[in-house]
Every structure is written in C-alpha cells, then in structure tokens.
C-alpha cells in the first residue's frame, strides 16, 4: 500500500495487515523524515482504539522511538499494555524535581542541559512545552536570583501564578517596590528591570519571546529590551531564551556567550491546514464581508464541542464579530443556557449591565484583546482554560506567550492593525491549535492566503550592532563600538555628561531627550512655574509636559489615532477627576451628539472601548512613562539654574499608572487585583503593611469582614 497517497483517518479500523504496513513504512521513514514519521504516529495514537491489538506492541516501539514518553506514561496509568523496559525508560524521562511530569525526548535532552548549566537559546514550536522548562530551572534550587523577562504586565501576573508553587523557597517579585530577599525569583518587563534599583546579581536570567529582541520586528520595546538584556549580562549569569520560529541567530553570539542555540519542530501535536474557500453568491465588499462571517460562523457551530480561538486584526473587530456570533447563534436559536460567571456581577457593579461584553460570557462566548483591563484579560484565559468559554475571538495579543490554546484557530483576518500580518506571526498564531495531552492534532482554518514564507533570521543589535538604534548605542563604551557607528555615538555624546547618565537609563529618544533639555532652559527662564509643580499639575503645566513628551518622545512608527496632542490633556484631566462608571456614561453622551443615529448599545459598546483604552494605553501606560522622563531631566535643569527646587512628578505618574491607589497597593494591581477591591479593603489595612506582609494579610481577609466584596473580587484575592 502506497501510504504517501492515503490518510489513516480514511480507514474505520487498522486490521493487521494494514497496520503492520503501515508501521513498516513509518520505521524506514523515520530514517530520512523523522517529522513526518512523527506525524503519522500521533495520527496512530489519535486512532490507538482503531488499531489491531496485535500490532500495538509494534507502535509502541515506534512511539518510543520518537520519544513521546508523555504519551506512554498515559499508557502506563490507563492499562498494561508497556513492557518493564519501556516503563524504566519513561521513568528516566520523568522529572526528578517536578511532581508528576514526563518529559518528551527533546524536553528531557534540553532538561539536562539546563542541570549542566548550559546556557540555551530555544526555537521551538508552541505546542513544544518550552515553558515547562523554567519550572525545572526554579527546582533545581541552585540559584540565588532568578530574574525571568516578559514582554507584558499581563503576563508577569500569569507567571506568577504558575510559579506560585516555589513560593516558600522563593521571594516571587513582580514590582520594583517590593523588597530582595535572600532567594529571589524577578518575575519583570524590561523596563523594570532597567527601573529597579538596587537589583542584586542575577545568577539565571531567563528571557520569554526572545524574537523581540529584533530591531525587525518594528516594536517600540525592542531597545528597552536590548539595553536590559545588556545590563543584565554584566552579571554574567547563566541564561535560557525561548520562543518560536527562529530560523538563525546573529553569527559570533554563541561563541562569544558560549550558548547553544537548539532550533526544532519537534511536537506531539499534529497541525492541519484548512484553507476555507468561499464561493462568494455577491459583488461588493460589504456583502463578501458577511458571507464570510456567515462561513466563520457556521464552521464555529460545527465544531462547537471544541474550543475554538478566532484571529482578527483589531480590537473593535474582536468584539463586534463576537457580537454577530452571538446574534448568529441567537437568530437560529442555537443558544445554551446561560451561565452566570462571578464576573458578570463584577461588570454590573463597576461597568454598566447592559454591556454586551457580559451578555457574550454568559453565553461561552469570550473576548481577548490589549485594550480591557489587566484582571479581565486574566480572567478570559481563565474562563477559557476551564472551559466556560467555547469560542475565544482574539488580536495579536494571543501571540505575546499567553498560556492558552484550542483545537481550531480561525485565522479570520490576513492583517496585524493596519499591517499585512507577516509568515512569522501567522506561525505563532497557527502555534495555538492543539496542546500537547489533550488534543492530537489542532486545526487551523484560513480565511486569506498564508502569507509568503520567509526564514526570521534574528539580528541582536546589543550584539551584532547591524541594525542599532540610538538609544541602544549611547550605552555602550567606545570600545564596543563598531567602526561603522563611531561617528554618530560621538555625536550622540557630544552633550553635557550629568544629562547624559540620565537619558541612558531613560531608555526613550536620545535626541528627543536632548531638544526637551533645550526647551526645559529655556522656559525656566521664562517662566519657571511650567516646570516646578509636585502632586497634581494646574492645565498649563500638564499641558507643557505632554507638548513636550509628544513631540519628542514619540516614535516615528507609533501609531496615536484618535488620540491628539490636544485632546490629550483634557482626556488625563477627566481621567482624575471621575470614576470608571462616570467615564463611560461621559464618554456614551458625547457619542450620542456626534453619532445620533447609532443605535443605543452601539453608544455604551463604544463608549466603554473607548475609556479602556484611554486607560489602558494613555492613562496606565504611556503619559506615565512620559512622566517619569520629563521629571527627570527636569532635575538637572532647575539645579544647573541654581534653583534650591524642582518639579517631582512622580506622585502624579504614579497615580495615573495604579489608577489613584497608594503606592503599596500597586502590587495588587500587578497581580490582578482590581482597584474596585483595594478600595473596599482599604479601611481595613494597617497602615505600615506592604510587601509580603500585605499581600498575606490580604489573601486571607475573610468574605465576612467585607461584606461588599463581590465574589469575583473574592476570587482575585484568593488568587494572591
């Protein structure tokens, strides 16, 4: 039989002679295809109750071979259907520091590597169980300070969680104002990294989605990241980076690190490729649109007893294609029951009930995208793991390391924002169908073209220098620099050297920095009181500072609509002065001027998507950050005008960033603490707790004690 031409799934039963066929052809294909021959075997195992028992000794030999033990300790524990010899070997696979987990031969080989103190850099699929490995690092109980670098905040509070575990051996730290112990694990953005003080020598540091070291890759953390990676091996410590896709790292950097660089497709999930034709029955693009959407939405109640992930390319998109699932499902009477999550209550206290965000989740119908709060990203993946969300649609924040995955992913849209999503994105995004113990095979469903493959040859341009930012190359000393660079690194540090130790570790525009230098000299002259406020700024000041921050702190790539330079200012402003459930009723009257034909809950749809992300990028993020530079710089200025005082803008950067809470308190923020529940539980606090202290007297503050803690916020303290 001929088994390049036929599909196992085309047969009810593998009988002997078909079966034996078949794993002879799989054990001559292991020699020259080994990824291929893995494939057919998941394709086996998926079958394992459709094969001849006869011929299951014979598998189980080949299954071995390819080294799925983690598979054949499910064996184990299900029957006796494992000779001694292949329980001792699979024995040998388990790890001897972590209760109840089996390596797979590649995981097993890298485990080893990481107990002999190698430093690695992995490329590998996501399905591969990468992350598995940072728990075998923490249990070897070695290392004084682990630090562990994340793109995102909303990944630091997902870590933590994972980690919780080690947590009698290990001070887990999450925020720069918590106190080192004496073993630490630094669960840490690259910006705090570069804004810890007194961070102590790392011994093991070990980076997530190391592709964003990349100048390529156009994302505006790309410096922060070099320059922290940078520092960090000052310490010299021991390192692991991970992530996927990654065809060649820049020539001279194992050499010079003494790393491997392990590159594998290895997987015991199998991935299949459904490209979703459409025979359009119109002409205009609305109407294609919708036949689209009505493909989607029937292929996603097909598939119903499966969890599925849709991708789109925006976060408005996300939500109103959810929207139109759920009118999809409730047009044709195709509904479940609904169910009444804790964090429906929560939405109706601290939002508006009316929001369609809650009638989806009651409905298993979930939404994950950049713009929602921190705790409700949280609480998504949460809900989706544990099967109260049937259907999550889903931006590119799916890619950033989240730990979730479906057995179908709906690739729905062929852009990234207003970008052509790119064949390393579409790669990670694919990476999300299956997982490995509990689906076989994942499937992904493409609704465009999968984009052009290219080989992501990574550059590191703390390392390889090719491509260099400003930023990156003023914290360098001239003797690293490469002859190519020499000229503009001396014109980078042809300026006054108290300013320049600041604009290094300010990490943001080097020049930009310099031209707010210049204005600060001026305008001290001038008028001195544009500069010199503490606590809150009067209009005029909070003005000066962000003219001064957008028009020289903002990256030529960054997108802003539709925030302006103007409207900025008076966005912060209403910001402070009102709550969440004030903004959004604002933000809804003003929506009804400008759009009075929509309909009403397309107000409060947009209105509440339009103050999350106020929120979230402006508010939490950006204007902060600004901030914190200014103030800076600031500094130096008034004190080489020979002022006896300057400004202090950190107290209003910090309040913006933890949405008004003491400054103590924002370690709950950064573990999923929503603020509606710091609020509540204030009163009750002593007033000299914080650090660990806190965060133990806050876990086991009792429902009764509070009477008004909402269930859901109940959950959020239990989760410390």
Known sequence: MDWNQVEITDFDYLDFEKSFSLAKYVSQRRLFNEDDANEIIIKVLENWGNVDVSTKEMWIDLIESAGFYPYLLRMIESSNELDITSEIRTSFHSSNRLENITFHKEQKFLADLIAAEQNLIVSAPTSFGKSLLIQEIIALDRFENILIIQPTLALINETRISLKKFSEKYNIIVNTSQSVGSKNIFILTAERVLEFEGLPKIDYCILDEFYKLSSLRDDERSDVLNIAIRRIFTFNPIFYFIGPNINEIPEGFQEKYNALFFKTEYSLVNTEIVQVDIEYQSTGVRKQEKEREQKLFELLYMQREEQSIVYVSSPSRAYNLAKRYYDYLNEKELLKDPQNLPLCEWIEENLNKEWGFNNLIK????????????????????????????????????????????????????????????????????????????????????????????????????????????????????????????????????????????????????????????????????????????????????????????????????????????????????????????????????????????????????????????????????????????????????????????????????????????????????????????????????????????????KNIRSENIPSLLEYEFEKLKQL
Request: aromatic letters at 10%; hydrophobic letters at 40%; one cysteine or more.
């Open 363 to 698: 409905n298993y119908i979930g939404v994950h995208s950049g713009i929602i709060p921190k705790h409700l990203v949280h609480s998504m993946i949460e809900y989706f793991n544990e099967g109260k969300i049937d259907v999550l649609f889903c931006t590119s924040t799916i890619i950033e390391g989240v730990n979730t995955s479906a057995k179908n992913v709906f690739v729905f849209d062929n852009k990234k924002g207003p970008n052509d999503l790119d064949f390393f994105d579409f790669s990670n995004i694919k990476g999300r169908a299956g997982r490995m113990l509990k689906h076989y095979t994942g499937k992904v469903y493409v609704f465009d073209n999968i984009p052009r493959r290219e080989e992501f040859d990574l550059d590191i341009p703390f390392h390889d220098q090719k491509l260099i930012n400003d930023e990156i190359l003023v914290n360098f000393d001239r003797d690293e620099v490469h002859s190519p660079h020499l000229e503009r690194y001396d014109e980078l540090n042809n300026f006054d050297e108290e300013y320049l130790k600041v604009i290094k570790k300010n990490a943001v525009s080097v020049e930009g920095q310099k031209e707010i230098v210049r204005k600060l000299e001026k305008q001290i002259k001038i008028n001195p009181k544009l500069i010199i406020w503490d606590a809150f700024p009067d209009r005029y000041q909070l003005q000066f500072v962000i003219d001064l921050a957008w028009n020289h702190l903002l990256k030529p790539t960054e997108t802003t609509r539709p925030m302006t330079i103007r409207k900025l200012p008076v966005t912060i402003r209403k910001h402070i002065s009102n709550d969440l459930n004030l903004l959004i009723k604002e933000e809804k009257k003003y929506l009804q001027t400008q759009h009075p034909r929509w309909e009403e809950q397309r107000h409060l749809d947009t209105a509440i998507e339009n103050v999350f992300r106020e929120k979230r990028h402006w508010i939490s993020y950006k204007v902060p950050k600004w901030l914190n530079v200014v103030n800076s710089l600031q500094k130096i200025v008034c004190q080489k005008a020979g002022l006896t005082m300057s400004g202090d803008y950190l107290f209003f950067a910090s309040y913006l960033e933890n949405e008004g809470v003491e400054e103590r308190f924002t370690l709950l923020i950064d573990m999923g603490v929503p603020t509606s529940v710091i609020n509540k539980i204030i009163q009750i606090i002593p007033s000299d707790l914080k650090d660990q202290d806190l965060i133990h007297f806050v």
